[in-house]
């Protein structure tokens, strides 16, 4: 047992965690929330744990820290769903936001009575073109909240001047005609837009809606100028799955292309394509912002010079940055040899359901938290723990590295020790060098 901090009056954390006594814990949980006629508070749970099993539900001394670290686990395992619901505490500037956390009956989101069930979600981004002013992205954000909203959609809704990234869900009818609405907007790009709509699962719904507005739409790290010229640059070329494919699996030639990995070394780490004869650069990256020095170095510019370059992330949106910013640093005669993955890794895995050339699992930004062809378990899992170096590729909690506040992967076992200290796989490589 560690002891207490000085003048701490919680008692001290477990060294390591009873796993069945966590199960137990874990499962009386579930009972009290399935019991329950909504949403529980969870700084009412230990409560209501207590009035139903006669016992403290006591997350120190099962190996937690805080009770929120032993409920991110059973919402993991798909026990119940958790709901982070906003408050506002009035202060001399007018007002922060701080949270309160509900748990829920797993797969559960609020809806109206009689509203069909979650079962789709729903991912799509939209570059402007021209960028909207401050107050055309405004009119849009209230614009799709109105519009989510009446459609019953649950999620999260981010606006900028350079357009919109969303990532919903809600019942498929409601998806659907969501949809339906957008595709129906007259000019300003609407109708183009690639819509990817998947099944959701148990646990996979979003509690509630969320539209707020941003300086830019997946966090480049480009000053207004800077906007403007990957504005009227534009992105490279879009290939969909197929031709992405058809590309990698003929990589030959004195010059193959080169393929470049635009995701975070984070999501690097479980999962990324592989194709024979095929160099593939992975930045690297602790977020997005880092990717415009990492083309400047001048390694990258040696590797990149001259070769047709395909880009790939998560759902396409942070390539059309990407590729934009390498066009703008290459003559105008050599922009035609920049490429990215119409759709990303979910088009791409969509289109081959065994794979393809994608390996790992992929990483993705809602309450789904991975999914691909890896199943877990399997010899293909890319990553490892951060704690005990077992095979894994599933991140969990809000655990951060100590040396770069990135996110530490770690397994069940290692998800409810203490995390003091540790470091992520590419803090651990940088300090051996």
């Not at 942070?318 to 640093?329: H, K, M, P, Q, V």
């Not at 065994?354 to 399997?378: C, L, Q, T």
Request: overall charge positive.
């Amino acid at each position: 047992m560690r002891r207490p901090q000085k003048h701490q009056k919680k008692g001290p954390v477990a060294e390591v965690a009873d796993a069945a006594a966590v199960d137990a814990a874990l499962d009386r949980v579930a009972a009290v929330v399935d019991g329950a006629d909504g949403p529980v508070d969870a700084a009412q749970l230990p409560a209501a744990y207590a009035a139903a099993h006669g016992s403290a539900l006591d997350a120190r001394a099962l190996g937690f820290g805080k009770l929120g670290a032993l409920l991110d686990v059973g919402a993991a395992r798909g026990l119940w769903a958790l709901e982070r619901v906003p408050r506002r505490v009035v202060d001399a500037r007018g007002g922060v936001a701080s949270g309160s956390l509900r748990v829920a009956r797993a797969g559960a989101a609020p809806r109206g009575p009689g509203a069909p069930a979650h079962d789709a979600l729903l991912g799509f981004y939209h570059y402007a073109s021209p960028a909207w002013s401050e107050a055309g992205r405004d009119a849009s954000a209230a614009w799709l909240d109105a519009l989510a909203s009446a459609m019953r959609l649950a999620g999260r809704v981010r606006v900028a001047a350079e357009g919109v990234n969303a990532a919903l869900s809600g019942a498929s009818c409601d998806v659907a005609a969501f949809v339906a609405a957008l595709r129906a907007v007259p000019g300003d790009g609407w109708p183009g837009v690639e819509y990817k709509v998947e099944a959701c699962g148990p646990g996979a719904a979003w509690p509630r809606l969320v539209v707020w507005t941003a300086e830019e739409l997946c966090g480049f790290g480009a000053g207004a100028a800077e906007r403007r010229a990957l504005d009227a640059t534009g992105p490279g070329a879009a290939l969909d799955p197929r031709a992405f494919h058809a590309r990698l699996s003929d990589a030959g030639g004195a010059r193959p292309p080169v393929l470049v990995d635009v995701r975070n070394g984070y999501e690097t780490r479980v999962g990324g394509f592989r194709a024979a004869g095929l160099e593939t650069l992975d930045p690297g990256t602790r977020t997005f912002a880092d990717f415009g020095a990492w083309l400047d170095a001048p390694a990258t510019r040696e590797a990149l010079g001259g070769r047709d370059v395909l880009m790939y992330c998560t759902g396409g949106v942070r390539c059309e940055r990407a590729t934009a910013a390498l066009r703008t640093r290459l003559p105008e005669a050599e922009r035609g040899r920049v490429f990215h993955l119409r759709g990303g890794i979910a088009k791409y895995l969509e289109a081959h359901g065994d794979g393809g050339h994608f390996v790992g699992a992929n990483y993705v930004f809602d309450r789904r938290n991975r999914h691909g062809a890896a199943p877990r378990g399997s010899a293909d899992v890319l990553g490892s723990c951060d704690g005990c170096a077992a095979p894994w590729d599933v991140y969990r909690g809000s655990h951060a590295c100590a040396s770069c506040a990135g996110k530490l992967l770690l397994c069940d076992a290692c998800l409810s020790r203490p995390q003091a200290g540790r470091e992520c796989e590419a803090c651990r490589v940088e300090g051996v060098r």
